[in-house]
C-alpha cells in the first residue's frame, strides 16, 4: 500500500505526468491539450494559497496517484461545500490507491468544517462511480451528453458526501 502524504512542489513533475495520462488515454479529464509542470506547480500554489490539500500516494516507484479538493464554485454560499478529485496510475486501478488518497482527503474536508463534498465523474467510468459509492458518496444527478471527447457525448455524474449532520452554517 502506498504512503499518503501532503504533495510537495517537487512532486509537480509526476502529477504533470498522471494527469496528462488522464487527458491522452481517458475521459476522466475533459480537456484536449496536455498541461505543462508550469499549470500543475500555479494548480498547486492556488489549493494552497485557498487552504485546500493536495496529497500523493507514494511507492518506491514514486508518486502513483494525487487526490485534492477545491471550491465547488466561487460565490460565497458554496464556501462550505467543495469538489474532490483524484487520479491512479494507469495499471495501478483497483488497487486501493484511490481508497487511500481518498480517505484522508475527506478526513482532511471534515476537519476544515466543510459540509459537502462533490464529485464531478464521467457516465462511463464505473470505477470512479464504484470508488465514491464505497466512500459514501451518493449519485445526486446525471446530465446526459454535456461533454465531449474522443469523438462521443460524454455524461456527468454528480456525487454527493455529506460531511456533517449540521442543520445549520
Known sequence: ??????????????????????????????????????DRRAWMAQRAAGGFPALVAETEAGVVGFAAYGPFHPFEGYRHTVENSVFVAPGLHRRG??????????????????????????????????????LGFV??????????????????VYMLRMLDAREAP
Open 1 to 38: 500500500m502506498p504512503s499518503i502524504r501532503d504533495a510537495l512542489p517537487a512532486d509537480a513533475p509526476a502529477i504533470t505526468a498522471l494527469y496528462n495520462a488522464a487527458i491522452a488515454q481517458s475521459a476522466a479529464v475533459w480537456r484536449d491539450v496536455p498541461v505543462t509542470v508550469e
Open 97 to 134: 490507491v484511490g481508497r487511500a488518497l481518498m480517505t484522508p482527503l475527506i478526513a482532511r474536508a471534515q476537519a476544515a468544517g466543510k459540509h459537502a463534498m462533490v464529485a464531478g465523474i464521467e457516465g462511463a467510468n464505473t470505477a470512479s462511480i464504484r470508488l465514491h459509492a464505497a
Open 139 to 156: 449519485e445526486v444527478a446525471r446530465l446526459p451528453q454535456v461533454g465531449a471527447k474522443f469523438g462521443r457525448w460524454l455524461d456527468l
